[in-house]
């Protein structure tokens, strides 16, 4: 049965909030199985949508919304250069995580102060390791770690831990901005730790520390493109971006939006998805409980 974009989805597995979240035109947006979503994403990359320029719409729309929330032209115009916002980007080795560092790149252009956590691995994906390129030449920091530890000290330690499942070569360079991060409050911190391939990230020490970073910061954080909904949420996010339709999400009090990456209506008829765009004039739109 066709998954209805002007009725909610039912039994999406797991604890989740309401299988569907309206929008401000009456429309209630359905969550989607996981294994669905991926579904949608291999049809779109067939007729064209690739990964490289879903990444660069998904950095667009989070940064749009990155830059309202940390004040829009309050708080951003070429004469405040005095007052520029930090924001601190979590990333994993993974394609969520090059989301995040296209993300950052788009701040950094716009006058953001930008400081890129991410962890290094021996081996990265090519996407993870081609954003980090693009993004050194707004030549903003990028951190490899949480705490005080040498670049030796953290390179055997994430040695140890490469049961992750990464592809493509590594790059010595990317250890070219070894910095810890802020002790101090930073105005914005962008969550894109979690991978949907590989929930045992979760598991790892870098992982746990940029989490238990995050929440002691006392930064409200912004979370893109999370993971299925469990239980227990290791970042606590104040708002949610979830791209194209949502996930299941965990009951959480986080504010979920919605990103439109490009894929036209007949891709989601393709996987058996009746779609009627819920965006109007937007790109991205908040969702509520219906």
């Known amino acids: 049965m066709p998954h209805v974009l002007t009725e909610a989805v039912a039994d999406v597995g797991g604890p989740s909030r309401s299988s569907g979240l309206g929008v401000d035109s009456g429309l209630v947006v359905p969550s989607i199985p996981y294994e669905l979503h991926k579904r949608l994403l291999a049809a779109v990359e067939r007729w064209g949508l690739s990964l490289e320029r879903r990444l660069e719409t998904t950095g667009v729309c989070s940064s749009q919304m990155a830059l309202t929330l940390l004040g829009g032209p309050n708080r951003l115009t070429p004469k405040n250069v005095h007052q520029r916002p930090t924001v601190v980007l979590l990333c994993g080795p993974h394609i969520q995580g090059a989301q995040g560092v296209s993300c950052g790149r788009h701040l950094a252009n716009h006058g953001v102060e930008v400081i890129l956590f991410l962890p290094n691995f021996v081996k990265m994906q090519e996407s993870v390791t081609g954003e ?8 903003n920091k990028q951190v490899a770690s949480v705490k005080g530890r040498t670049h030796r000290e953290y390179r055997e330690q994430v040695d140890c831990e490469m049961s992750c499942q990464c592809t493509g070569e590594g790059h010595d360079d990317l ?76 009951e959480t009090e986080s504010r979920v939006y919605l990103c439109d990456i490009g894929i036209p209506k007949l891709v989601f008829q393709e996987v058996g998805i009746c779609y009627c765009s819920p965006f109007g004039c937007k790109f991205v739109i908040p969702l509520h409980t219906p």
């Not at 980090?132 to 030549?139: D, F, K, M, Q």
């Not at 929930?199 to 893109?224: F, G, H, K, T």
């Open 132 to 139: 980090v390129h693009l993004y050194t030449r707004t030549g």
């Open 175 to 250: 250890w070219a901005g070894f910095r810890d991060l802020p002790t101090s409050p930073v105005d914005l911190v962008i969550n894109c730790l979690d991978c949907h391939e590989n929930p045992m990230l979760r598991e790892q020490s870098w992982y746990q520390s940029a989490a238990d970073w995050a929440n002691q910061n006392r930064a409200p954080v912004l979370s893109i493109d999370p993971a299925i909904g469990g239980p227990h949420q290791t970042v606590e996010a104040k708002w949610t971006l979830s791209l194209g339709l949502p996930l299941p999400l965990a």
